[in-house]
T-cell receptor
Framework: GQQLNQSPQSMFIQEGEDVSMNCTSS?????WLWYKQDPGEGPVLLIA?????ELTSNGRLTAQFGITRKDSFLNISASIPSDVGIYFC????????????FGQGTTLQVKP | EPEVTQTPSHQVTQMGQEVILRCVPI?????FYWYRQILGQKVEFLVS????????KSEIFDDQFSVERPDGSNFTLKIRSTKLEDSAMYFC??????????????FGPGTRLLVL
């Protein structure tokens, strides 16, 4: 089946540092989404990307939809302790059911 | 802001028992989903539901699983005879009123199911 390969698996950084994570796939996706999940909670949508090459920001977060539609990255600038959590990329292949395929997640820890 | 709600937040059950997980999607949404997340793993698609029928299901969604929209607001996932490996976090999500590429899924807070 379709797979999203997300990296890195985990990151441990100092507060104030910038962070970058990415997802790649062998399949072409119509939509890329980035979610954040806090422990015991559901995924919360951070950024949605709809067009190849699109670069979108949401506060300190910036994400891009790769030009080949097979990859995406998420950057977090000037990290703060509340950025701690698991970040998931998810892709929509364009099926009429809206099914999302998720990456394995990047666990981010921020040291104050 | 409208949100997806789920009950219960936690459920503990004995192997072989039936469980029903409940979701109230966002009110004008028409497409509904269940996903599962085993502890420490990624979120996995189980089933999508539209117009009172299943539109797609994964290989995980076998005969032990069923979904229903019993009224205008609730969306349920039933596991007929739970197994140990059904222990996971179950998330409900919804989109609407269309499922075009401009629509994004909003997830509920999840139900943590523990099968003993």
């Amino acid at each position: 089946g379709q797979q999203l390969n997300q990296s890195p698996q985990s990151m441990f950084i100092q507060e104030g540092e910038d962070v970058s994570m990415n997802c790649t796939s062998s399949s072409i996706f119509n939509t890329w989404l980035w979610y954040k999940q806090d422990p015991g909670e559901g995924p919360v949508l951070l950024i949605a990307l709809y067009k190849a090459g699109e670069l979108t920001s949401n506060g300190r977060l910036t994400a891009q939809f790769g030009i080949t539609r097979k990859d995406s990255f998420l950057n977090i600038s000037a990290s703060i302790p509340s950025d701690v959590g698991i970040y998931f990329c998810a892709g929509h292949l364009g099926s009429n059911t809206g099914k999302l395929i998720f990456g394995q997640g990047t666990t981010l820890q921020v040291k104050p | 802001e409208p949100e997806v709600t789920q009950t219960p937040s936690h459920q503990v059950t004995q192997m072989g028992q039936e469980v029903i997980l409940r979701c109230v999607p966002i009110s004008n949404h028409l497409y509904f989903y269940w996903y599962r997340q085993i502890l420490g793993q990624k979120v996995e698609f189980l089933v999508s539901f539209y117009n009172n029928e299943i539109s797609e299901k994964s290989e995980i969604f076998d005969d032990q699983f069923s979904v229903e929209r019993p009224d205008g607001s609730n969306f349920t996932l039933k596991i007929r005879s739970t197994k140990l490996e059904d222990s996971a976090m179950y998330f409900c999500a919804s989109i609407g009123p269309t499922v075009g590429i401009q629509e994004t899924q909003y997830f509920g807070p999840g139900t943590r199911l523990l099968v003993l």
